[in-house]
């Protein structure tokens, strides 16, 4: 056998590039047999053709119903009781216990879909995402048809685990049935998912997510093993959550200079703070546009788009508890200047 084959076998694996080592452990087989050893070259055919390499085998970029998609690499700061179910799953996930069907329920924002790609990271496990726009089809059937093919698909996975399945936004499909404003194509769509969820093989890993909890149908709820309550932010989380993303973003971008008690002031400040995805990108975006040579100068991007409205009051940014240093960050005014405007009631 040639080093070159060993080597290309190996770069193959080291890309995750699934046909390329498939291709060339075949043609390593085929060696083997032209020189004698037919024996070894059955033996690698046959492992090539059990084997679940880098991805599912009968995943070969042939579904229109399922999409790989990358793990998380992103800061995720969650409230400790989010954190702990979250662990929780995990732990239920490795310890392979046929406990493996789990709804994150939230409202948007509320780091449900983040939380599946980590936990994907963690477990090691290749994630797939169900595509429901090619599940939906507008002719009468079709869908519950294609569901059904879904599942079929699923159930078909040559090592099941070694793979993350996410139903994102699940609701878009599995409405209620009772429900007399629902299509009846849906409801039969509905009914197909639990049909696909009660013939499921057990060692096949499911995290569902919803915004409409509400309006879920409660036989498919009682599908899941779990549900995980994503809406358990109390404003003190938030604040952390705020400070955490804010430490973040300005490692990343590499600014120089921070105020936490100035910052967590003004997001108490706030009557409701957002939830973390849209306070990730208020933040992000604050200090992305800052000016660097002003100090803290994201301070008051932060302070308008909360507050609706720009610090320049220096009366009414005292009355919220400001000192007069962090009215000179927040204005731009010197502190003596400030400090001679309060007095003087300007």
Request: proline share 3%.
């Given at each position: 056998?040639?080093?070159?084959?060993?080597?290309?076998?190996?770069?193959?694996?080291?890309?995750?590039?699934?046909?390329?080592?498939?291709?060339?452990?075949?043609?390593?087989?085929?060696?083997?047999?032209?020189?004698?050893?037919?024996?070894?070259?059955?033996?690698?055919?046959?492992?090539?053709?059990?084997?679940?390499?880098?991805?599912?085998?009968?995943?070969?970029?042939?579904?229109?119903?399922?999409?790989?998609?990358?793990?998380?690499?992103?800061?995720?700061?969650?409230?400790?009781?989010?954190?702990?179910?979250?662990?929780?799953?995990?732990?239920?996930?490795?310890?392979?216990?046929?406990?493996?069907?789990?709804?994150?329920?939230?409202?948007?924002?509320?780091?449900?879909?983040e939380s599946v790609k980590q936990?994907?990271?963690?477990?090691?496990?290749?994630?797939?995402?169900?595509?429901?726009?090619?599940?939906?089809?507008?002719?009468?059937?079709?869908?519950?048809?294609?569901?059904?093919?879904?599942?079929?698909?699923?159930?078909?996975?040559?090592?099941?685990?070694?793979?993350?399945?996410?139903?994102?936004?699940?609701?878009?499909?599995?409405?209620?049935?009772?429900?007399?404003?629902?299509?009846?194509?849906?409801?039969?769509?509905?009914?197909?998912?639990?049909?696909?969820?009660?013939?499921?093989?057990?060692?096949?890993?499911?995290?569902?997510?919803?915004?409409?909890?509400?309006?879920?149908?409660?036989?498919?709820?009682?599908?899941?093993?779990?549900?995980?309550?994503?809406?358990?932010?109390?404003?003190?989380?938030?604040?952390?959550?705020?400070?955490?993303?804010?430490?973040d973003y300005l490692n990343k971008?590499?600014?120089?200079?921070?105020?936490?008690?100035?910052?967590?002031?003004?997001?108490?400040?706030?009557?409701?703070?957002?939830?973390?995805?849209?306070?990730?990108?208020?933040?992000?975006?604050a200090v992305a546009f800052s000016?660097?040579?002003?100090?803290?100068?994201?301070?008051?991007?932060?302070?308008?788009?909360?507050?609706?409205?720009?610090?320049?009051?220096?009366?009414?940014?005292?009355?919220?508890?400001?000192?007069?240093?962090?009215?000179?960050?927040?204005?731009?005014?010197?502190?003596?200047?400030?400090?001679?405007?309060?007095?003087?009631?300007?």
């Amino acid at each position: 056998m040639k080093k070159k084959k060993i080597i290309n076998l190996i770069r193959y694996y080291a890309e995750k590039n699934d046909s390329g080592f498939r291709e060339e452990a075949f043609e390593i087989a085929r060696d083997f047999d032209a020189s004698g050893d037919s024996q070894l070259a059955e033996y690698i055919t046959a492992l090539m053709s059990s084997a679940n390499v880098f991805v599912p085998q009968m995943y070969n970029e042939q579904s229109s119903f399922l999409q790989k998609i990358p793990h998380s690499q992103s800061f995720l700061p969650l409230p400790t009781a989010i954190e702990k179910d979250i662990i929780g799953v995990i732990n239920a996930i490795q310890r392979n216990v046929c406990i493996n069907k789990f709804l994150f329920q939230g409202a948007p924002g509320t780091g449900k879909t983040e939380s599946v790609k980590q936990i994907a990271r963690i477990l090691d496990r290749d994630l797939f995402c169900v595509n429901f726009d090619t599940v939906i089809d507008s002719k009468l059937g079709q869908t519950s048809k294609n569901i059904a093919s879904l599942f079929d698909e699923l159930n078909r996975f040559s090592h099941p685990e070694k793979l993350l399945i996410l139903f994102d936004e699940i609701d878009s499909i599995a409405l209620d049935r009772t429900n007399s404003n629902d299509l009846r194509e849906m409801g039969r769509a509905t009914s197909a998912i639990l049909k696909g969820f009660d013939n499921l093989d057990e060692r096949i890993s499911i995290i569902a997510t919803t915004n409409l909890f509400k309006n879920f149908d409660k036989a498919l709820v009682r599908r899941f093993d779990s549900v995980i309550d994503f809406n358990r932010y109390s404003k003190e989380d938030l604040v952390d959550v705020g400070e955490s993303i804010l430490n973040d973003y300005l490692n990343k971008f590499r600014i120089a200079g921070k105020n936490i008690r100035l910052f967590k002031k003004i997001l108490n400040l706030a009557n409701s703070l957002p939830y973390p995805g849209e306070l990730k990108n208020l933040i992000k975006t604050a200090v992305a546009f800052s000016d660097t040579s002003i100090e803290c100068d994201y301070m008051k991007r932060i302070y308008e788009t909360l507050l609706n409205k720009a610090p320049t009051d220096m009366n009414l940014l005292q009355e919220q508890g400001f000192t007069v240093r962090e009215i000179e960050i927040l204005t731009g005014v010197s502190k003596s200047q400030v400090a001679r405007n309060l007095q003087e009631g300007v």
